[in-house]
Every structure is written in structure tokens, then in C-alpha cells.
């Protein structure tokens, strides 16, 4: 307003000086005034009218940039919308996606507080705008009061023209000379007057034109701070659009991210912070590791001291294979315990309830217990280790006829076995048949007669030993009348399906015709070698050394709870290490080396002592080892010839079903012939015909 009025009294004055000037040429003070007048208001039109288009054409900028910057907003008030929904779908992930959704979230209102100081800023511009309006319509109304003025002063100066011009023309003739001289005076007075008007003009001028250079000056630097201004919300709105743009692009990453995560359950390792606990880098060294040797990403879920061991807790990929990422590490114990600057690492476990990775390490090397702690905890002692194994084979006492003893080549399979016919063979009216089909190996330490000393001959002793049973079942004379104890080395991998098979129908069934049988094999994997865990719950289950490892990895299969699974873990790992400390403080050889079992019957189990090798040859005592087939082979006969004797005084000749030799039948009814008659087995379920002595089969 000031600026304007400023310009319009510059525009006055010289248009005032202008008309002066035009005036005082033609000596008429009257058209001098008319002059001034014309040009004041003249001058200060086209100031106004200058003004007016320029504070227009502001106003019309700034209208458009409004309309841009409101066009702006709508657009990041969408963006800022979308952003919001996005965050509301981040919200419903897992709990491990919390911390970041909360990040984004805080970035999403950082974003909405600039955009806010935008539209903020655009709102002063708009009320800027509105001001500069008001102002306008102000300004318009001064120029028509001002113009509304202007006329009736010049109206008056008509009106005095005139008067004077009347005046003049009535005084001329008497007062002519005096006139003249009056005029010549007042010309002379005016002129005077005129020149110091000239002079206060030129003085004005000069205010009004530093004014105006200082108004013009102000008005440049506004317009280029207008510039500048307008620059750097252009600046900053593409900076804002950008940087939304940018987050827009992140949260899809991150989005992509937590997909993934929710899918694989992790993509990148995780550190863990344990402050100054000194345990948080031993963690992320074995983090480190994984993801260096394996690609495949950790994350640390804590870790808890127990006595001597420092437990980790590992979470991995879904994708990956628990169980091969836990061989992984067990594989490289001794390099990880170098690594992680450990006395050793006690155990790797992958628990299939938790779907983690336990990792148990010890820092110090460990003071073993002693002997008298050890078997508190639960060991039994070796002196007693026959009487556990009889027991647990005895049905009699809830045990199973049927033992598989497991343990990898070199675990000591042939140290227990020796010792358990050692001591069977002190047991009275018992039979010990041994079948090794490796007989002459490096590691045959038997020292005993055997049934079967290849592949082929311990086939056909486990069908004898399969006959024994049919026939003691179905009340036949069989080729013993002692207690049978089959003890069959390599029974996995040198006996064909055929034998596991019969093995499976018999384990249990054995207990009613005086048998037991030992199962030997070198891998408790049950599945690999053609074994079902149903099956194997048929048996008194014997794992020695590593295979106990084996055995505790399949916790389900054998139907354990976790917290007998933990039980059983902590337990094995103090006897092992007793055992080895053992070893290691006496010098052991392999023969006398101290050994752990875990024989587990049903829901019990018990850790045993395995006693050191059996010295010398196995001989018989008041149990006998069979030496051959051939063996006691007359009193068989003798046997059969006494029965045969019997059914001819009986008249009742000798039936057995012809596809499995059982004796265990029921008549079904008659056939044409009436000297024949139709049978159906009670263990094989077929049926068959049999006239008088002689069986014809028929399916």
C-alpha cells in the first residue's frame, strides 16, 4: 500500500513538473495549472494502471503455483494414504517383523510431518494471496476516490478560469497600465515562485527517484526472493516426492523382505546382543561361520548356563534341513571349538518340536565325576551288565526275546555280544547258536564254534532257527530241546529281505517256544536298512557308543517326550565324558576301553557299562555253543521215531500246513472224496487238503 502510494505521488509530481514546464512556455498560469493537473493525473494512471498489471500477473502465479501445489498435495495426500495401508498390512505380520513395521512407521510420520510444513507453507501463500487481494481492491478504491478529485478540482479551475478571465476583461481599460505592472510584478513574483517550485520539484524529484530506485530495488530483491522462494518449494516438493518415492520403494523391499521372511522364516543372518557377556560372540562367530561355509542364515535366540555347559539357541531358514545343518556343525567340532575358543562342543541338536538348533558347548575342560557319582546317576555297573541283558530279554519280566544291538563298525557290537554269551553259557539247558557271515575277518575276535560262517550258511541257520520255532509251536519234535539264544552277526547288510521279514513275524512269538535272538547291525537308521520303528518296538533296543546319538535323534520314533529326550541327552553326555576321561587318563587299548549302552524295553530304559573284551575261547559250561546242524542229530531222530510210534497206536495220522509247516489248524469241511478233508492254517491263513498221510496244497 505504501509502495503504491509512493508511486502514485512520483507519478503526480511529474506530472505536475511536466504540465509546469508546458505552462510556463505559453505564460498562462491558468493552462500551467491545467497542464500540472492533467499530467499529475495522467502520471499517476499509468502508474496505477502499470501496477495493477503487474501485481496481476503476481497474483496469477501465485494462483498457479496454488493450484500446483494443492494438485501436489492431493497427490501425496494418496501417496501418504497408500503409505498408511501399506503400514496397516506390515502391522499383521509375524511378531518378528514388529520392530521394523514400528521404523517404517516412524519414517511414514517424519514424511507426514514435512508434507504437513508443505501444505502448511501453502496455506500462508494462500492467505498471502487472499491479503494481496484485499489490498488490491483497497487500492482501486483510492484511485476512484482519487480520480472522483481529480475532477472536481479540475471543474473549479474552470470555474475560476472563467471568473478571472471576466474580471480581467472589466478592469482592463482602467487599470491597464497598473495591471501591466501588476502582472509584470506578479510574472516576475510567479516566475520566481515557478523557479523555486522547479527547485523544491527537482529536490522532490530526486526523494521520489531515490524512493523509487529504493522501492524498485525492494521490489526486485522480493521478486528474486519470490524466485528463490518458489525454487526451493519446487526444490523441496521434489525432494518430499523423491524421498517418498524412495520409502514408497523401500516399504515394497521391505514388504518383499517380510514375505520372504514369513515364508522362509529368515533370509539374513541376526546377530545377538548379549551386552558385555562374552557369550553374544561366540554366538555371532557361529553365525558367521554358517553363513560363510553353508549360506545359510542364523539367528540368535539367547542362551542359558547349565553346571558346565553353555546352551545356544539357533533359529534357521525353513527350507533348510534341521537335522543335516546340526551334522553340518558336528562335523566340524574340533575346528569350531578352535574357533570359538572353547574346550569343545558337547552336542548339536536339532529339536524338531521347537523346529531350532541347539548348540551346547563347554569353555573349561570339565572335572570328570567319579566313580561312585557316575553310578548314582544311573549307570550300571559292568559286573552286573548279563543280569540287565537277561532281564530285558525276558518276557517274563516285561522284557522282549528279541535284542538288536547297534553301534557303529568299531563301537563295540562284538565286546557286548562275547560277554553276553559268556554269560548265558553259565546259565543251565541253554543253546547258543553263532552266525557270522565275515568269519575270518581282521575283527573276528569269536573264539568259538559257529552255525554259519558265510553269507549263504548264516541264511540257512536262520531258517533252522525259524524251524525250531514252527516246530516247537506246532508240537513237533525240533532239533533241540534246550533254550535257543540265536545270536546273528550283520544281520542288516548280509541278510536279504526275506530274513527281516521272518524276523519281524517271529520277535515277540519266540517267547512261547523257549528262543531269544540277538539282531546285530551297524547303524541305529532303522529306515535304511529296511526296518520299520514299529517293528524295532518289538525288541529290546541296544545302543552302544555313537548309535545312542542315533537313537536320541529319533525321540518320536521311539515315542519319547521332550523332556525324557532331555532327560536321556544330559545323562548321556556325563557318561560319555566319564568314560572317555577314563580312558584317556589310563591309556586304554579298544578291548578295555569303557563304553556306554542305552538299552531302551518299551518306555523304560537304562544306560549300562559294557564290560571289556571277553579274553580267550568261549567254551561251554552249563550252557552249550552248537557247533554244527548235525549235532545231537540221533536223539532227533530217536525223538521223531517215538512220535511216529505214537500216531500209528493212535490212528491219528500227522497233518502241518504244507506252505509254513504249522500245526496249528482247523477242519473246514469235506470234500467229495470222504478220505480227504479241507484245512485252514491259523498262522499263514491258507487253506489246504489232506487225505489220510498224504498233504495235497491247494490255494
Request: aromatic letters at 8%; hydrophobic letters at 35%; glycine letters at 6%.
Amino acid at each position: 500500500m505504501v509502495t503504491k502510494r509512493i508511486s502514485l505521488v512520483t507519478a503526480t509530481g511529474l506530472g505536475l513538473i511536466g504540465g509546469l514546464l508546458l505552462g510556463t512556455a505559453n505564460k498562462n498560469l491558468a493552462y500551467t495549472i491545467g497542464f500540472s493537473a492533467g499530467g499529475a493525473l495522467f502520471g499517476g494512471g499509468l502508474v496505477a494502471f502499470i501496477y495493477d498489471t503487474r501485481l496481476n500477473k503476481v497474483r496469477n502465479e501465485l494462483e498457479d503455483y496454488l493450484s500446483e501445489l494443492e494438485k501436489e498435495n492431493s497427490q501425496l495426500q494418496a501417496l501418504l494414504k497408500a503409505a498408511e495401508n501399506l503400514k496397516k498390512d506390515i502391522e499383521t505380520a509375524k511378531i518378528t517383523a514388529i520392530q521394523n513395521a514400528n521404523e517404517l512407521s516412524k519414517e511414514l510420520n517424519r514424511v507426514k510431518d514435512l508434507l504437513q510444513r508443505e501444505i502448511n507453507q501453502g496455506k500462508a501463500l494462500s492467505d498471502e494471496n487472499k491479503r494481496l487481494l484485499i489490498r488490491i481492491n483497497e487500492l482501486q478504491s483510492e484511485c476512484a476516490e482519487l480520480s472522483k478529485l481529480c475532477q472536481e478540482k479540475d471543474a473549479t479551475l474552470i470555474d475560476y478560469e472563467k471568473q478571472f478571465d471576466d474580471q480581467l476583461a472589466q478592469e482592463f481599460e482602467n487599470k491597464k497600465q497598473e495591471l501591466i505592472k501588476q502582472e509584470v510584478a506578479k510574472e516576475f513574483e510567479l516566475t520566481q515562485q515557478a523557479f523555486n517550485a522547479i527547485d523544491e520539484m527537482k529536490a522532490l524529484m530526486e526523494e521520489f527517484y531515490e524512493a523509487h530506485q529504493t522501492q524498485r530495488e525492494y521490489f526486485l530483491k522480493t521478486h528474486d526472493r519470490y524466485l528463490e522462494y518458489k525454487e526451493s518449494l519446487k526444490a523441496k516438493n521434489q525432494q518430499a516426492y523423491d524421498e517418498l518415492a524412495e520409502l514408497k520403494d523401500g516399504l515394497e523391499l521391505r514388504v518383499r523382505m517380510l514375505q520372504q521372511t514369513i515364508d522362509e522364516g529368515l533370509i539374513s543372518p541376526q546377530h545377538v546382543n548379549y551386552g558385555l557377556n562374552p557369550i553374544g560372540n561366540k554366538a555371532n562367530a557361529l553365525i558367521d561361520w554358517i553363513w560363510n561355509n553353508h549360506q545359510i542364515p542364523l539367528k540368535g535366540l539367547g542362551f542359558s548356563e547349565a553346571e558346565e555347559l553353555t546352551i545356544l539357541g539357533f533359529e534357521f531358514p525353513r527350507s533348510v534341513d534341521g537335522q543335516e545343518l546340526a551334522q553340518k556343525i558336528i562335523e566340524a567340532k574340533q575346528h569350531l571349538a578352535t574357533l570359538l575358543w572353547v574346550h569343545e562342543i558337547a552336542s548339536v541338536i536339532y529339536d524338531k518340536v521347537t523346529e531350532r538348533l541347539i548348540v551346547k558347548y563347554r569353555q573349561d575342560k570339565p572335572k570328570p565325576l567319579n566313580d561312585d557319582e557316575i553310578y548314582k546317576l544311573g549307570l550300571i555297573r559292568a559286573s552286573q551288565f548279563g543280569d540287565r541283558i537277561f532281564l530285558h530279554t525276558d518276557h517274563k519280566s516285561k522284557g522282549k526275546p528279541t535284542l538288536r544291538i547297534m553301534s557303529a563298525t568299531g563301537g563295540g557290537k562284538g565286546i557286548a555280544t562275547k560277554n553276553i554269551v559268556a554269560y548265558f553259557l553259565t546259565l543251565d539247558n541253554w543253546e547258543i547258536w553263532v552266525s557270522d557271515p565275515l568269519h575270518g575277518s581282521e575283527e573276528d575276535y569269536w573264539h568259538c564254534p559257529k552255525v554259519a560262517t558265510s553269507p549263504g550258511e548264516s541264511s540257512k541257520a536262520y531258517s533252522e532257527f525259524v524251524k525250531v520255532h514252527k516246530d516247537r509251536q506246532a508240537k513237533r519234535p525240533a532239533m533241540t530241546d534246550k533254550f535257543v539264544l540265536g545270536i546273528f552277526d550283520e544281520f542288516d547288510k548280509q541278510h536279504d529281505d526275506d530274513d527281516k521279514k521272518s524276523a519281524t513275524e517271529i520277535m515277540t512269538a519266540i517267547r512261547h517256544t523257549k528262543q531269544r535272538q540277538i539282531l546285530i547291525g551297524q547303524s541305529g537308521e532303522v529306515g535304511e536298512n529296511r526296518w520299520t520303528w514299529d517293528a524295532m518296538k518289538n525288541c529290546s533296543l541296544l545302543f552302544i557308543e555313537d548309535a545312542i546319538a542315533t537313537a536320541i535323534k529319533h525321540d518320536k520314533d521311539l515315542g519319547w517326550s521332550l523332556t525324557k529326550k532331555r532327560e536321556i541327552q544330559r545323562k548321556y553326555e556325563k557318561f560319555a565324558e566319564w568314560a572317555a576321561a577314563k580312558n584317556e587318563s589310563q591309556n586304554l587299548s579298544s578291548e578295555n576301553a569303557y563304553r556306554i549302552g542305552l538299552i531302551i524295553v518299551g518306555d523304560r530304559y537304562e544306560f549300562l557299562e559294557i564290560p571289556s573284551a571277553h579274553k580267550g575261547i568261549l567254551r561251554n559250561g552249563a550252557g552249550i555253543i552248537r557247533e554244527s546242524f548235525t549235532q545231537n542229530l540221533e536223539a532227533s531222530n530217536r525223538n521223531l521215531e517215538v512220535v511216529q510210534q505214537a500216531s500209528i497206536v493212535n490212528s491219528s495220522p500227522e497233518i502241518e500246513c504244507p506252505h509254513c509247516h504249522s500245526g496249528d489248524f482247523t477242519r473246514n469241511k469235506s470234500v467229495k472224496n470222504p478220505l480227504m478233508y479241507r484245512y485252514k492254517c491259523k498262522s499263514c491263513h491258507k487253506t489246504f487238503i489232506a487225505p489220510n498221510n498224504k498233504i495235497t496244497s491247494s490255494n
